[in-house]
């Protein structure tokens, strides 16, 4: 199951995009292609385990 904080956006602030690119909504940033893949657990990654940023934000929650 991908990372309940990814969206995709396909328009920031100021500019629109071709392709729809990957947002993390807990550092309200566009993420690179490979933290995505992370996201959604693509090449046997996890983002409970591999994304730190995941694993901070799930710590301050509790």
């Known amino acids: 199951m991908p990372c ?3 969206e ?3 328009t920031s602030a100021d500019q629109s995009f071709d ?3 990957a ?3 807990v550092v ?3 993420v690179q292609p490979m933290r995505a893949d992370i996201c959604n657990d693509r ?3 996890d983002h409970e385990s591999h994304c730190e940023i995941y694993r901070a ?3 301050g929650e509790e």
């Open 19 to 21: 392709e729809a690119r």
């Open 8 to 10: 995709y956006r396909d």
């Open 57 to 59: 934000h799930a710590e």
């Open 43 to 45: 090449y046997a990654l």
């Open 4 to 6: 309940p904080y990814l």
């Open 23 to 25: 947002f993390c909504t």
């Open 28 to 30: 309200e940033e566009f």
